[in-house]
């Protein structure tokens, strides 16, 4: 069964240091794609950033990258530089692979605090 | 701009009167969805929609009913709702980079 595990319930992390949240995943198909969301204490889920299980390189949008270990089956999401607005939830999701549609397996998500 | 547009954004009802949760998306596409986000749950899938006339359950679909009547909408009914069903739902559409999806901002449900 497919599964993602964020093992992180919550994290301090002084302004201006990079943050490095985990997620592992569990699949068994070849094709499968990762995603990371933000959500702020608005309420609002934000989209952040994707990995494809066969992209050569990890991904990478302004701050937020990705690093993604195949063998290991971890994302992990690296903000650089935080930011007092990078304090949110943060969860990983996966999409499984060519019969799953749009459907998205969640993880439990990662409390961010940022400190000034 | 895409958008997902969801309402009401907050909504206190009492138990069993039937009520809908409208969602409305303006890039046309295909794929829709709800979920519930609940503490120490996550979020979890209601329903989805592939395309018109086409809805399937999600993981959670007891008590919810929905429709896509048209591509652009996708209502979420509560014939009858319960306590239980008291959550924070949101509506979402793919059509981001290899299927993310985005998502509404989200209503706020308190059923007592």
């Known amino acids: 069964a497919q599964k993602i595990t964020q093992t992180q319930p919550g994290m301090f992390v002084q302004e201006k240091e990079a943050v490095t949240l985990d997620c592992t995943y569990d699949?068994?198909?070849?094709?499968?794609?990762l995603f990371w969301y933000k959500q702020p204490s608005s309420g609002e889920m934000i989209f952040l950033i994707y990995?494809?299980?066969?992209d050569q390189q990890n991904a990478t949008e302004g701050r937020y990258s990705l690093n993604f270990q195949k063998a290991r089956k971890s994302a992990n999401l690296v903000i650089s530089a935080s930011q007092l607005g990078d304090s949110a939830m943060y969860f990983c999701a996966m999409r499984g692979g060519m019969d799953s549609n749009y459907q998205l397996i969640w993880g439990a998500g990662t409390k961010l605090i940022i400190k000034p | 701009e895409a958008q997902v547009t969801q309402n009401p954004r907050y909504l206190i009802t009492v138990t069993g009167k039937k009520l809908t949760v409208t969602c409305s998306q303006n890039?046309?596409?295909?794929?829709m969805s709800w979920y519930r986000q609940d503490p120490g749950l996550g979020l979890r899938q209601i329903y989805y929609s592939m395309n018109v006339e086409v809805t399937d359950k999600g993981d959670v679909p007891e008590g919810y009913k929905v429709s896509r009547k048209e591509k652009r909408n996708f209502p979420l009914i509560l014939e009858s709702p319960s306590p239980n069903q008291t959550s924070l739902y949101f509506c979402a559409r793919a059509g981001g980079p290899r299927g993310a999806q985005y998502f509404g901002p989200g209503t706020r449900l308190l059923v007592l």
């Open positions: 890039m046309n596409h295909e794929y």
């Open positions: 699949t068994s198909d070849p094709s499968y794609g």
């Open positions: 990995q494809g299980s066969y």
